[in-house]
């Protein structure tokens, strides 16, 4: 819901009309009100609240130390700046793994506590029974699978996932259980294009793709690697669109130039 109390433009319903008549959809991470607001105006289709937040807001390595009270924060702020977007929380790690009342309780705290209209869970077949639980209230849920940061430790890389056939016959199989139980959409992470093809061929939902190449449903970037903020992350997947990272460290310290050689302010600029 926006603000003012209307159903946002973009639905889910929405989504599975674009894959129909095969318009792609644009999807980008958002944290906080101002961004969210020019990321919306933009005409970005669907804005994902990540738990990319860890990295990239707060400067953790991985994004399981990231709360539920931190990622309902972050979505209040998005929420407020958005009107045309569908807007998607991530559930984050420890809050839907292994009980499907828990995980239950934490959507149900996302979308009362946000109004957001969406939450996405990583993982398949294992977190099966929280993805129909949460499905059964009425809430939308978007899918994640190939690379699945909240199991970093697990795999112990960030590396291409599902390159060998047994992985690769498990997410088709985990998409399709997904798609079965009733989620949206399905994000693919970091897994070949021609199996993110194949996935995206075989299900009637959307798939939207990061570092999946081209033939996914959507593309989503996380905002803050796409302008250009952070500039010590560089897959190949990524295309940076602005080198936000130099323009705003050559203001800053033109800034404090202008400070220190007492040229700001100047008469102008006081009262
Ligand atoms: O948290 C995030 O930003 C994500 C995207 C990379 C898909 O899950």
Redesign the pocket.
Known sequence: MSVAGSVRAVTTLRLTEMKQRGEKIAML?SYDYSTAKIVDKAGVDVI?V????ANVMAGYET?LPITLDMMIYHARSVVRGVNRALVVV?LPFGTYQGNSKVALDSAIRIMKETEADAV?I?GGEEILESVQRIISAGIPVMG?LGLT?QSIHKFGTYNVRAKETAEAEKLVHDAHLLEEAGCFAV?L?KIPATLAARVTNELSIPT?G?GAGGATDGQ???VHDMLGITNDFSPRFLRRYADLHGVMSEAISHYVDDVKAEDFPNEKEQY
């Open positions: 991470t994902l990540g738990d990319s937040a994004t991530d996405k990583e994640h940061p994000v992470e939207i990061i989503v970037l996380v």
